[in-house]
């Protein structure tokens, strides 16, 4: 029996149950102790993004239709990707390696919430012409992506990738 245990057995119970508490709340909220490894890095992180870059792609190729509905469709899906994935990459329980910098996914979590204004530009036409969208091209966005690909060992390109 410590000094602890001793003199005030109670405390002594009550300092375990907090610590081991403290330890549940983490895990259960999804912090991790130590980083994660880069391989499981690499999948998490394309599976953060894919899900944007292929709905990215869909509503591209959704004009070709002319029907507002199909891009409007592709625009709402669109923005219920890119709301996920600035959550996800904004998550500060993740415990990224050390070669992927905070800012970086900072950046792009960003860039996914900016897309949402153009998206909402789309969802509120009334007409295809309306629903014609220009996007913002922001270097930093491409550049702090490819410092995260190259960081986690993945392929430069962001269409096989994500196939």
């Known amino acids: 029996m410590n000094q602890l245990q001793a003199a005030h057995p ?8 907090w610590i081991a ?17 880069k391989e499981d890095a690499g999948e998490r992180y394309l599976g953060i993004v894919c899900p944007s870059n292929i709905a990215s792609d869909t509503l591209n190729a959704s004009y070709d239709s002319q029907d507002l509905a199909v891009v409007q469709d592709a625009a709402r899906a669109m923005a219920e990707a890119s709301q996920d994935s600035a959550r996800q990459l904004a998550d500060d329980s993740i415990a990224w390696p050390g070669e992927v910098s905070r800012e970086d996914l900072d950046t792009l979590a ?3 919430l900016r897309d949402l204004a153009v998206l909402d530009t789309i969802l ?31 392929s430069s390109d962001t269409s096989v990738s994500c196939q």
């Open 10 to 17: 109670i405390a002594a119970r009550v300092s375990g149950v």
């Open 21 to 37: 508490t403290l330890l549940l709340a983490a895990t259960l909220a999804g912090c991790s102790l130590s980083p994660i490894s």
């Open 110 to 112: 960003n860039s996914y």
């Open 124 to 154: 509120q036409a009334d007409s295809i012409d309306r629903a014609r969208a220009f996007w913002p091209n922001d270097p930093a966005v491409g550049e702090a992506s490819q410092r995260v690909r190259l960081a986690l060992g993945l």
